[in-house]
C-alpha cells in the first residue's frame, strides 16, 4: 500500500518538474543564492562565512517562501481550473490519499528549496570568505548553528504560509485567491503582531500570526507576551491541524461540478 | 436467460439545497451492452454520470458497479470504471504519453507494454511523446479513450462522447465501442442528446427529463438484430382483424392492424387472420426512428429546454 502511495506522489511530481515554471523558479533561487555572496564580497566589508549565509538566506526565504506558495496555491486549484480533477478523482483512489500525496509532493518541494538554499548559499559564502572576521552577531552559540537555526525556523514558517495557501487553495479552489491572500499574511503578519500586541490584549497570545517566526527563539528563550518556545511551537501545530482538517473536509466533502 | 447486472442505479436521487436534479432513478445494465442515456441537455445526465463516478455524493439511494456500492467501497467500485466526463481534460504540460503514465500509475499492473497497446489501439502514433498542447480536439478525445481503457475496465463511461468529432471521427468510435463490446465483454455507458446517434449505436436507451427516468427501452435483441417495435398488416378488413386480435392488443387503421410482437407471434397472427378468412395482403415491420417514440413518449416539444 505505502508503496502505491509513492507512487500517486511521483505523480504529483511528475506534475511539478515536468513544468518550465518550475525550473525558472529553481534557477531564479540558485541564481540569488550565488549573487548575494559575491554583492557582499563586492563591497569589501570584513564578514565572515556565517554572517554572509545569513544574510544571504534572510533574502532568499522570501524568494522560497513565493516559489511554494505559488506551487501549493496550483496543486489543488489546477486541477479545477484545467478540469483534469474529474479524471483524477475518478481513480480507485480515495479523496483523502490524493490530497494526501499533493500534500506530501509540496513539503517535498519546500524542503528542496531549503536544500538549495543551504548548499548554494553556504558553499558561495565558503568560497569568498574565510573564518571568522570579528564581525559580531551579537547571538549566542556558534555562528554556524545560529545560521543553520535561522534557516530551520524560516524554513518553518515557510511551511506554515504555504499550508495557508494549500487550505486556501483546496477551499476556494482559485489559485490566484490562495497566492494572494497567504502572501498577505507573510507580509502583514508583524503589522496585525503590533495591533493585537499581547502586552495589551491577554487573547492575543493564541494569535497565529505572532508564532508563525520562531527565529526570536535563537537569541531568547522568552517570546511575545513572554510565552515559551514551547507554547508557540503548540500553538503552530494546533493551527496547522487546522488548516489540514479543513483542507481535507473541502476535498473531501464537496462535489465537483461543472 | 438473465445475467447479475453490472450496473445498478437504486432510487439514485440528487437534491441540492431544495432542487432536485435527478429524481429517484432506477434502473439495471446487463454486462456487455451499450447503454445510452439520453435526454435534453439539463435532465440530469451529466449529474447521474458524476453520482457514478463518485465525483458528487449521492443525496439518496445507491449505486453499485460489479456489485460494490459507490458509497461503501467506492475503491473497488472505482477500480472497475474507465470514464471520460464531458471534454477529455488532459494535463497540457505533459505529454500524450505522460500524461497516460500518470493514470497508469493509479492503477493496479498496468504494464509498459499495455499503455504501447492503448496507444496503437486509438492511433496516436508517434504523437504520443508531443506535449497535449499541441492536440486537435480529436487527438485529444482519443487520448480520453486511452486514458478510460488503460486498465480494461468493465464498465466504460462516455458523456457526450460525439461532441467535437467529425462523422469519420463518430464512425470509428461507435465500430470501436461495438468491437470493446463483442470482444472483451466491456459494458458500454454513454449519454447523449443526439438521437439518431444513440439509436445506431446502443442496445438499449434510457430516457431522462426533469431528472427522472421516463422510459428504458430496448433497441436491438440478444442477437443484436434491431429490434421492431410494431408490424403492420394490410389486411381486407381492418376492423374484423382487429376485433379478432384483441388478444394481442392490435389498432385498427384504415387498411392495416398494428400489433406489437416478436417473430412467432407475426406467424401465429397470420395464421390466425388467414383462418378467420381476412385477407392478409403485406406484412411489413414498424420501424419509427428513436427521435419519433422520444418526441412522442416527452409529448414534443423542444428538447433543449
Not at chain 2, 486509438?122 to 486498465?151: D, F, P, W
Not at chain 2, 436507451?205 to 430496448?218: A, T, W
Not at chain 2, 416478436?262 to 426512428?289: C, F, H, K, W
Request: aromatic content about 10%; hydrophobic content about 45%; glycine content about 8%.
Amino acid at each position: 500500500m505505502l508503496n502505491n502511495f509513492t507512487r500517486l506522489v511521483a505523480n504529483e511530481n511528475m506534475k511539478i518538474y515536468y513544468r518550465v515554471r518550475t525550473w525558472v523558479m529553481m534557477g531564479i533561487l540558485v541564481l540569488f543564492n550565488a549573487a548575494m555572496p559575491v554583492m557582499l564580497y563586492l563591497t569589501d566589508a570584513p564578514m565572515d562565512v556565517w554572517t554572509v549565509f545569513t544574510w544571504t538566506e534572510s533574502f532568499t526565504i522570501y524568494l522560497s517562501a513565493i516559489f511554494t506558495v505559488v506551487i501549493a496555491a496550483d496543486i489543488v486549484a489546477g486541477e479545477f481550473s484545467g478540469g483534469t480533477i474529474k479524471l483524477l478523482l475518478i481513480r480507485p483512489w480515495s479523496r483523502g490519499k490524493i490530497l494526501l500525496s499533493k500534500f506530501a509532493a509540496l513539503c517535498l518541494f519546500g524542503l528542496l528549496c531549503a536544500g538549495i538554499t543551504m548548499v548554494v548559499g553556504i558553499a558561495v559564502s565558503m568560497l569568498l570568505f574565510s573564518g571568522n572576521a570579528g564581525f559580531s552577531d551579537g547571538f549566542d552559540g556558534s555562528p554556524m548553528s545560529n545560521s543553520l537555526l535561522l534557516l530551520l525556523t524560516d524554513t518553518i514558517q515557510v511551511f506554515v504560509i504555504s499550508l495557508i495557501a494549500f487550505m486556501l487553495s483546496t477551499v476556494f479552489r482559485s489559485g490566484g485567491l490562495a497566492i494572494g491572500l497567504s502572501l498577505l499574511v507573510l507580509f502583514t503578519k508583524d503589522i496585525f503582531g503590533f495591533i493585537f500586541n499581547p502586552e495589551r490584549f491577554v487573547w492575543a497570545k493564541y494569535l497565529l500570526f505572532l508564532h508563525t517566526d520562531l527565529s526570536g527563539y535563537i537569541s531568547s528563550s522568552v517570546g511575545p507576551g513572554g510565552v515559551g518556545l514551547g507554547f508557540s511551537v503548540a500553538i503552530l501545530a494546533v493551527y496547522c491541524i487546522l488548516f489540514m482538517l479543513v483542507s481535507w473536509l473541502a476535498f473531501t466533502k464537496r462535489d465537483v461540478e461543472a | 436467460m438473465k445475467q447479475e447486472p453490472l450496473v445498478r442505479l437504486l432510487g439514485v436521487t440528487k437534491k441540492i439545497s431544495s432542487k432536485v436534479l435527478v429524481d429517484d432513478v432506477t434502473f439495471d445494465i446487463a454486462p456487455g451492452q451499450i447503454f445510452g442515456f439520453l435526454g435534453p441537455n439539463g435532465a440530469g445526465k451529466t449529474t447521474t454520470i458524476r453520482m457514478m463516478v463518485g465525483l458528487m455524493s449521492i443525496t439518496q439511494g445507491d449505486i453499485t458497479i460489479g456489485g460494490y456500492s459507490i458509497r461503501k467501497n467506492y475503491e473497488q467500485a472505482a477500480a472497475q470504471i474507465g470514464a471520460i466526463v464531458e471534454n477529455p481534460e488532459m494535463y497540457k504540460f505533459l505529454s500524450g504519453y505522460n500524461n497516460l503514465k500518470h493514470f497508469a500509475r493509479m492503477m493496479q499492473g498496468i504494464t509498459k507494454e499495455r499503455i504501447d497497446e492503448v496507444v496503437e489501439l486509438v492511433g496516436l502514433g508517434n504523437r504520443i511523446h508531443e506535449k497535449v498542447q499541441t492536440y486537435s480536439l480529436g487527438m485529444r478525445q482519443r487520448l480520453g479513450v486511452a486514458q478510460a481503457l488503460l486498465h480494461r475496465p468493465k464498465l466504460l463511461i462516455l458523456d457526450e462522447p460525439t461532441n467535437g468529432l467529425d462523422p469519420q471521427g463518430i464512425r470509428e468510435l461507435r465500430d470501436y465501442l461495438r468491437r470493446l463490446t463483442q470482444e472483451e465483454g466491456t459494458t458500454v455507458f454513454v449519454s447523449s442528446h443526439l438521437l439518431s446517434e444513440m439509436e445506431l449505436m446502443c442496445d438499449t436507451v434510457g430516457i431522462i427529463r426533469h431528472g427522472k427516468l421516463v422510459d428504458i427501452r430496448q433497441l436491438r435483441t440478444d442477437e443484436g438484430e434491431r429490434m421492431f417495435e410494431e408490424t403492420a398488416f394490410t389486411v381486407s378488413d381492418a376492423d374484423a382483424a382487429a376485433a379478432l386480435l384483441q388478444d394481442y392488443q392490435a389498432i385498427a387503421r384504415e387498411h392495416s392492424v398494428l400489433v406489437r410482437g416478436d417473430r412467432d407471434m407475426i406467424a401465429d397472427i397470420n395464421a390466425a387472420l388467414v383462418e378467420a378468412g381476412i385477407r392478409v395482403y403485406a406484412i411489413q415491420p414498424v420501424t419509427r426512428s428513436l427521435e419519433d417514440q422520444f418526441l412522442e413518449m416527452t409529448g414534443g416539444g423542444s428538447l433543449v429546454e
